[in-house]
Protein backbone atom coordinates (compact mmCIF):
# COMPACT_ATOMS: atom_id res chain seq x y z
CA UNK A 1 0.00 0.00 0.00
CA UNK A 2 1.21 3.81 -0.81
CA UNK A 3 2.15 5.83 1.95
CA UNK A 4 -0.55 8.69 2.79
CA UNK A 5 -0.34 11.92 -0.01
CA UNK A 6 -1.00 15.58 1.04
CA UNK A 7 -4.43 15.04 -0.87
CA UNK A 8 -5.50 12.33 1.84
CA UNK A 9 -3.68 14.78 4.64
CA UNK A 10 -5.94 17.58 3.62
CA UNK A 11 -9.21 15.27 3.21
CA UNK A 12 -8.68 13.51 6.71
CA UNK A 13 -8.03 16.67 8.29
CA UNK A 14 -11.03 18.46 6.71
CA UNK A 15 -13.21 15.69 7.71
CA UNK A 16 -11.78 14.41 11.16
CA UNK A 17 -9.57 17.34 12.93
CA UNK A 18 -12.73 18.73 15.15
CA UNK A 19 -13.86 15.40 16.10
CA UNK A 20 -10.35 14.71 17.03
CA UNK A 21 -9.84 17.63 18.97
CA UNK A 22 -13.12 16.61 20.83
CA UNK A 23 -12.22 13.50 21.69
CA UNK A 24 -8.93 14.68 22.93
CA UNK A 25 -10.68 17.23 25.01
CA UNK A 26 -12.22 14.20 26.84
CA UNK A 27 -9.05 12.69 27.64
CA UNK A 28 -6.33 15.09 27.97
CA UNK A 29 -6.42 18.76 28.91
CA UNK A 30 -7.17 21.41 26.83
CA UNK A 31 -4.16 22.57 26.54
CA UNK A 32 -2.80 19.68 25.20
CA UNK A 33 -5.51 18.30 22.91
CA UNK A 34 -4.72 20.65 19.83
CA UNK A 35 -0.78 19.29 20.11
CA UNK A 36 -1.80 15.46 20.16
CA UNK A 37 -4.12 15.84 17.16
CA UNK A 38 -1.07 17.40 15.58
CA UNK A 39 0.99 14.75 16.34
CA UNK A 40 -1.57 12.06 15.59
CA UNK A 41 -1.76 14.08 11.90
CA UNK A 42 2.01 14.25 11.80
CA UNK A 43 2.50 10.49 12.54
CA UNK A 44 0.17 9.18 9.90
CA UNK A 45 2.20 10.53 7.25
CA UNK A 46 5.33 9.53 8.34
CA UNK A 47 3.87 5.75 7.87
CA UNK A 48 5.35 3.93 5.38
CA UNK A 49 1.94 2.44 4.16
CA UNK A 50 -1.17 4.67 4.79
CA UNK A 51 -3.65 2.61 7.07
CA UNK A 52 -6.67 1.52 5.53
CA UNK A 53 -9.07 2.96 7.87
CA UNK A 54 -7.35 6.42 8.41
CA UNK A 55 -10.42 7.98 10.68
CA UNK A 56 -9.94 4.86 13.11
CA UNK A 57 -6.50 4.71 12.98
CA UNK A 58 -6.08 8.28 14.26
CA UNK A 59 -8.51 8.32 16.74
CA UNK A 60 -6.25 5.31 18.25
CA UNK A 61 -3.78 7.10 17.92
CA UNK A 62 -5.13 10.15 20.01
CA UNK A 63 -5.97 8.12 22.40
CA UNK A 64 -3.02 6.30 22.96
CA UNK A 65 -1.00 9.51 22.72
CA UNK A 66 -3.60 11.26 25.64
CA UNK A 67 -2.89 7.76 27.82
CA UNK A 68 0.60 8.07 27.89
CA UNK A 69 0.84 11.82 28.89
CA UNK A 70 -1.35 10.89 31.56
CA UNK A 71 0.80 8.57 33.27
CA UNK A 72 0.22 8.18 37.35
CA UNK A 73 -3.34 7.85 38.75
CA UNK A 74 -2.89 11.31 40.44
CA UNK A 75 -2.07 12.85 37.61
CA UNK A 76 -5.35 11.29 35.66
CA UNK A 77 -7.83 12.63 38.32
CA UNK A 78 -6.28 15.66 38.38
CA UNK A 79 -6.74 16.38 34.13
CA UNK A 80 -9.98 14.45 34.56
CA UNK A 81 -11.27 17.31 36.87
CA UNK A 82 -9.63 19.82 34.95
CA UNK A 83 -11.32 18.69 31.92
CA UNK A 84 -15.11 18.61 33.33
CA UNK A 85 -14.25 21.88 34.91
CA UNK A 86 -13.08 23.41 31.27
CA UNK A 87 -14.70 26.52 30.21
CA UNK A 88 -13.00 25.15 26.69
CA UNK A 89 -16.35 25.60 23.86
CA UNK A 90 -16.44 22.23 22.10
CA UNK A 91 -19.12 22.87 19.44
CA UNK A 92 -19.43 25.83 17.54
CA UNK A 93 -22.63 27.81 18.37
CA UNK A 94 -25.00 28.02 15.42
CA UNK A 95 -28.63 28.92 15.41
CA UNK A 96 -29.43 26.24 13.25
CA UNK A 97 -28.60 23.76 16.17
CA UNK A 98 -31.88 21.83 17.73
CA UNK A 99 -29.65 21.76 20.97
CA UNK A 100 -28.07 24.74 23.10
CA UNK A 101 -24.33 23.73 22.53
CA UNK A 102 -23.23 25.19 26.25
CA UNK A 103 -25.81 22.89 27.64
CA UNK A 104 -24.47 19.79 25.72
CA UNK A 105 -21.36 20.66 26.51
CA UNK A 106 -22.16 20.82 30.46
CA UNK A 107 -24.10 17.64 29.61
CA UNK A 108 -21.50 15.81 27.80
CA UNK A 109 -18.35 17.46 31.00
CA UNK A 110 -20.61 15.60 33.85
CA UNK A 111 -20.51 11.85 31.69
CA UNK A 112 -17.98 9.95 33.62
CA UNK A 113 -15.04 9.64 31.76
CA UNK A 114 -15.68 6.16 29.48
CA UNK A 115 -19.00 7.35 28.38
CA UNK A 116 -17.78 10.68 26.96
CA UNK A 117 -15.84 8.76 25.15
CA UNK A 118 -17.73 6.28 23.61
CA UNK A 119 -20.46 9.18 23.14
CA UNK A 120 -17.91 11.47 21.19
CA UNK A 121 -16.30 8.30 19.20
CA UNK A 122 -20.36 6.88 17.87
CA UNK A 123 -21.62 10.53 17.70
CA UNK A 124 -19.15 13.75 16.55
CA UNK A 125 -15.95 11.19 15.35
CA UNK A 126 -18.45 8.56 13.76
CA UNK A 127 -17.25 5.34 14.48
CA UNK A 128 -18.84 2.46 14.34
CA UNK A 129 -19.93 0.10 17.08
CA UNK A 130 -17.07 -2.13 16.01
CA UNK A 131 -14.50 0.63 15.35
CA UNK A 132 -15.25 2.12 18.81
CA UNK A 133 -14.96 -1.22 20.98
CA UNK A 134 -11.54 -1.63 18.80
CA UNK A 135 -10.34 2.10 20.27
CA UNK A 136 -11.36 1.64 23.24
CA UNK A 137 -10.21 -2.18 24.27
CA UNK A 138 -13.70 -3.03 25.01
CA UNK A 139 -15.90 -5.47 23.33
CA UNK A 140 -18.72 -4.51 21.08
CA UNK A 141 -21.59 -5.42 23.99
CA UNK A 142 -19.68 -4.03 26.35
CA UNK A 143 -19.73 -0.51 24.25
CA UNK A 144 -22.85 -0.58 23.59
CA UNK A 145 -24.48 -0.69 26.88
CA UNK A 146 -21.78 2.47 27.78
CA UNK A 147 -23.50 4.09 24.86
CA UNK A 148 -27.11 4.11 26.08
CA UNK A 149 -26.18 4.52 29.28
CA UNK A 150 -24.01 7.91 27.63
CA UNK A 151 -27.59 8.59 25.91
CA UNK A 152 -29.44 8.37 29.19
CA UNK A 153 -27.14 10.16 31.26
CA UNK A 154 -26.81 12.88 28.78
CA UNK A 155 -30.87 13.17 28.24
CA UNK A 156 -30.88 13.83 32.10
CA UNK A 157 -28.54 16.61 32.24
CA UNK A 158 -30.19 18.11 29.79
CA UNK A 159 -33.58 18.28 31.27
CA UNK A 160 -32.83 21.15 33.23
CA UNK A 161 -34.21 24.33 31.88
CA UNK A 162 -31.48 26.59 32.26
CA UNK A 163 -29.10 24.82 30.32
CA UNK A 164 -31.39 23.91 27.70
CA UNK A 165 -31.78 26.10 24.69
CA UNK A 166 -34.65 28.18 24.20
CA UNK A 167 -36.25 29.12 20.85
CA UNK B 1 -27.20 -5.28 12.66
CA UNK B 2 -26.88 -1.86 11.85
CA UNK B 3 -25.28 -0.26 15.22
CA UNK B 4 -28.25 2.23 15.46
CA UNK B 5 -30.79 -0.15 14.63
CA UNK B 6 -31.24 -0.93 18.34
CA UNK B 7 -31.72 2.30 19.97
CA UNK B 8 -34.65 3.40 21.14
CA UNK B 9 -36.76 6.46 18.94
CA UNK B 10 -35.50 8.75 21.49
CA UNK B 11 -32.42 7.62 21.86
CA UNK B 12 -31.92 8.12 18.13
CA UNK B 13 -33.68 11.50 18.70
CA UNK B 14 -30.67 12.70 20.56
CA UNK B 15 -27.85 11.06 19.01
CA UNK B 16 -29.01 13.49 16.20
CA UNK B 17 -29.35 16.07 17.68
CA UNK B 18 -25.65 15.90 19.58
CA UNK B 19 -24.44 14.80 16.21
CA UNK B 20 -25.78 18.15 15.12
CA UNK B 21 -23.30 20.13 17.20
CA UNK B 22 -20.37 21.02 14.97
CA UNK B 23 -16.86 20.42 16.79
CA UNK B 24 -14.48 23.31 17.30
CA UNK B 25 -11.37 22.97 16.17
CA UNK B 26 -9.79 26.25 17.52
CA UNK B 27 -6.39 25.63 18.57
CA UNK B 28 -5.61 23.56 15.70
CA UNK B 29 -2.83 25.33 13.30
CA UNK B 30 -3.57 24.43 10.15
CA UNK B 31 -0.61 24.99 8.34
CA UNK B 32 1.85 24.39 10.60
CA UNK B 33 0.25 20.79 10.57
CA UNK B 34 0.70 20.34 6.80
CA UNK B 35 4.51 21.64 7.22
CA UNK B 36 4.99 18.96 9.77
CA UNK B 37 3.40 16.16 8.01
CA UNK B 38 4.67 17.19 4.98
CA UNK B 39 8.42 17.02 6.42
CA UNK B 40 7.81 14.02 8.39
CA UNK B 41 6.69 12.52 5.06
CA UNK B 42 10.24 13.24 3.76
CA UNK B 43 11.84 12.24 6.80
CA UNK B 44 10.58 8.89 5.96
CA UNK B 45 12.28 8.51 2.94
CA UNK B 46 15.37 9.69 4.01
CA UNK B 47 15.35 7.05 7.00
CA UNK B 48 15.35 4.99 4.11
CA UNK B 49 18.14 5.92 2.49
CA UNK B 50 20.11 6.27 5.75
CA UNK B 51 18.84 2.92 6.82
CA UNK B 52 19.83 1.36 3.53
CA UNK B 53 23.65 2.68 3.44
CA UNK B 54 23.61 1.76 7.60
CA UNK B 55 23.01 -1.66 6.66
CA UNK B 56 25.50 -1.50 3.52
CA UNK B 57 28.27 0.14 5.62
CA UNK B 58 27.83 -2.68 8.38
CA UNK B 59 27.77 -5.76 5.96
CA UNK B 60 30.97 -3.74 4.18
CA UNK B 61 33.12 -3.70 7.94
CA UNK B 62 31.66 -7.25 8.36
CA UNK B 63 33.01 -8.61 5.28
CA UNK B 64 36.41 -6.72 5.93
CA UNK B 65 36.76 -8.37 9.29
CA UNK B 66 35.52 -11.85 8.42
CA UNK B 67 37.25 -11.89 4.99
CA UNK B 68 40.18 -15.10 4.74
CA UNK B 69 43.83 -13.73 5.47
CA UNK B 70 42.96 -11.01 8.03
CA UNK B 71 44.55 -10.83 11.45
CA UNK B 72 47.55 -11.67 12.26
CA UNK B 73 49.00 -14.09 9.92
CA UNK B 74 49.71 -17.91 11.02
CA UNK B 75 52.01 -20.70 9.55
CA UNK B 76 49.64 -22.57 8.05
CA UNK B 77 49.28 -26.59 9.08
CA UNK B 78 52.24 -28.81 7.34
CA UNK B 79 50.85 -31.34 5.56
CA UNK B 80 51.64 -35.18 6.79
CA UNK B 81 55.62 -35.87 5.18
CA UNK B 82 55.57 -32.35 4.55
CA UNK B 83 58.75 -30.56 6.87
CA UNK B 84 57.22 -27.30 8.09
CA UNK B 85 59.45 -23.84 8.01
CA UNK B 86 59.34 -22.47 11.20
CA UNK B 87 59.47 -18.45 11.12
CA UNK B 88 62.40 -17.26 13.10
CA UNK B 89 61.59 -15.34 15.44
CA UNK B 90 64.36 -15.56 17.93
CA UNK B 91 67.90 -15.69 17.21
CA UNK B 92 69.25 -18.91 16.56
CA UNK B 93 70.97 -20.86 18.88
CA UNK B 94 73.76 -21.51 16.95
CA UNK B 95 75.89 -18.93 15.65
CA UNK B 96 75.69 -18.59 11.59
CA UNK B 97 78.61 -19.06 10.21
CA UNK B 98 80.16 -15.27 8.43
CA UNK B 99 79.03 -15.46 5.18
CA UNK B 100 82.26 -14.99 2.91
CA UNK B 101 82.59 -12.00 1.12
CA UNK B 102 84.37 -13.37 -1.41
CA UNK B 103 81.39 -16.30 -2.15
CA UNK B 104 79.63 -13.57 -2.97
CA UNK B 105 76.49 -15.31 -3.29
CA UNK B 106 73.11 -13.98 -3.54
CA UNK B 107 71.13 -16.93 -4.01
CA UNK B 108 73.07 -17.88 -0.66
CA UNK B 109 72.11 -14.93 1.37
CA UNK B 110 68.90 -15.16 0.18
CA UNK B 111 67.81 -18.52 1.39
CA UNK B 112 69.95 -17.62 4.70
CA UNK B 113 67.56 -15.28 4.99
CA UNK B 114 64.60 -17.32 4.57
CA UNK B 115 65.29 -19.66 6.34
CA UNK B 116 66.68 -17.80 9.59
CA UNK B 117 64.84 -14.26 9.03
CA UNK B 118 66.84 -11.21 9.43
CA UNK B 119 68.68 -11.90 11.45
CA UNK B 120 70.94 -13.46 8.97
CA UNK B 121 71.80 -10.71 7.25
CA UNK B 122 75.50 -9.35 8.44
CA UNK B 123 74.90 -6.65 11.40
CA UNK B 124 74.80 -3.10 10.39
CA UNK B 125 78.60 -1.89 11.20
CA UNK B 126 79.86 -5.11 9.63
CA UNK B 127 82.39 -3.94 7.06
CA UNK B 128 83.07 -5.84 4.13
CA UNK B 129 85.88 -7.59 4.34
CA UNK B 130 87.12 -7.66 0.69
CA UNK B 131 89.39 -5.87 -1.47
CA UNK B 132 86.55 -4.24 -2.86
CA UNK B 133 82.59 -3.90 -2.83
CA UNK B 134 81.04 -7.01 -4.89
CA UNK B 135 79.51 -6.21 -8.19
CA UNK B 136 75.98 -7.12 -8.41
CA UNK B 137 77.03 -9.53 -11.32
CA UNK B 138 79.01 -11.28 -8.07
CA UNK B 139 76.00 -10.83 -5.85
CA UNK B 140 73.98 -12.59 -8.36
CA UNK B 141 76.49 -15.47 -8.92
CA UNK B 142 78.30 -14.05 -11.81
CA UNK B 143 81.88 -13.34 -11.49
CA UNK B 144 82.07 -10.36 -14.07
CA UNK B 145 81.39 -6.47 -14.54
CA UNK B 146 78.49 -4.46 -15.34
CA UNK B 147 78.44 -2.21 -18.57
CA UNK B 148 77.17 1.22 -18.10
CA UNK B 149 74.55 1.51 -21.02
CA UNK B 150 74.81 3.75 -23.41
CA UNK B 151 71.83 5.97 -23.57
CA UNK B 152 68.67 4.99 -22.30
CA UNK B 153 69.67 1.49 -22.80
CA UNK B 154 70.05 -1.37 -19.92
CA UNK B 155 72.64 -2.30 -18.02
CA UNK B 156 74.45 -5.10 -19.07
CA UNK B 157 76.08 -7.82 -17.39
CA UNK B 158 79.69 -9.02 -18.65
CA UNK B 159 80.42 -12.53 -18.79
CA UNK B 160 83.28 -13.53 -16.63
CA UNK B 161 86.84 -13.93 -17.62
CA UNK B 162 86.51 -17.93 -17.23
CA UNK B 163 83.54 -17.58 -19.51
CA UNK B 164 84.90 -15.72 -22.32
Known amino acids: MASATPAQLTQW ?38 PAGAKAWLHRA ?8 LRSRTRRRARER ?16 LLDARAAEGALASLPAEQREVIVLR ?19 A ?25 | MRDEDALTGAERELAAALGGLQPAAAGLDRSRLMFDAGRAAGRRGRRLWQG ?34 ALATTRPQSPLPPIRPEAGRYALLRDRVLARGLEALPAAGERWTGARPPTLHELIGGGGAVERP ?13 EQ
Open chain 2, 150 to 162: QRGGLWKLLPRRD
Open chain 1, 82 to 97: RVAAGRTELFERREED
Open chain 1, 13 to 50: YDAHAPALVLYARQLAPPGEAEDIVHDAFVRLMAQRAA
Open chain 2, 52 to 85: VSGALAAGLLALLALRPGAGVPTAPEALPGETQM
Open chain 1, 62 to 69: VRNAAISR
Open chain 1, 123 to 141: IWAGLTLQQTADTMGRSVP
Open chain 1, 143 to 167: VFRLYRASLAAIRKGMRNPCETKTP
